[in-house]
Nanobody
Framework: QVQLVESGGGSVQAGNSLKLSCAIPENIPRRDSMAWYRRAPGKQREFVAVVTAGGGTNYIDSVKGRFTISRDNAKNTVYLQMDRLKPEDSGVYYC????????????WGPGTQVTVSL
């Protein structure tokens, strides 16, 4: 099974921006909604944002107005633009198909580390 590959993480100061990318493998249907999740140290993985195949989006309250999720279906890539980053945004970020996660038929990629310092 081809693995999801996330990239774009890094270490930044609060208030700065990062843009994450996720290459969607061929085994994930193009009709699936794609989401970003994150796991902070000592916490469970949580949902961050979702984009449907048609481009509809939704976010957790804590990132609304600061993060923007998008997808380029021609490039089979999902993005997460993160602006005005806060220390509480730190963690490992993962992407995945919402349908596969809900059905518990998913595997996780290695994720990409985001560290935000004051």
């Amino acid at each position: 099974q081809v693995q999801l590959v996330e990239s774009g993480g890094g270490s930044v100061q609060a208030g700065n921006s990062l843009k994450l990318s996720c290459a969607i493998p061929e085994n994930i249907p193009r009709r699936d909604s794609m989401a970003w999740y994150r796991r902070a140290p000592g916490k469970q993985r949580e949902f961050v944002a979702v984009v449907t195949a048609g481009g509809g989006t939704n976010y957790i309250d804590s990132v609304k107005g600061r993060f923007t999720i998008s997808r380029d279906n021609a490039k089979n890539t999902v993005y997460l633009q993160m602006d005005r980053l806060k220390p509480e945004d730190s963690g490992v970020y993962y992407c995945n198909s919402v349908q596969l996660v809900v059905a518990d038929r998913h595997t996780w990629g290695p994720g990409t580390q985001v560290t935000v310092s004051l």
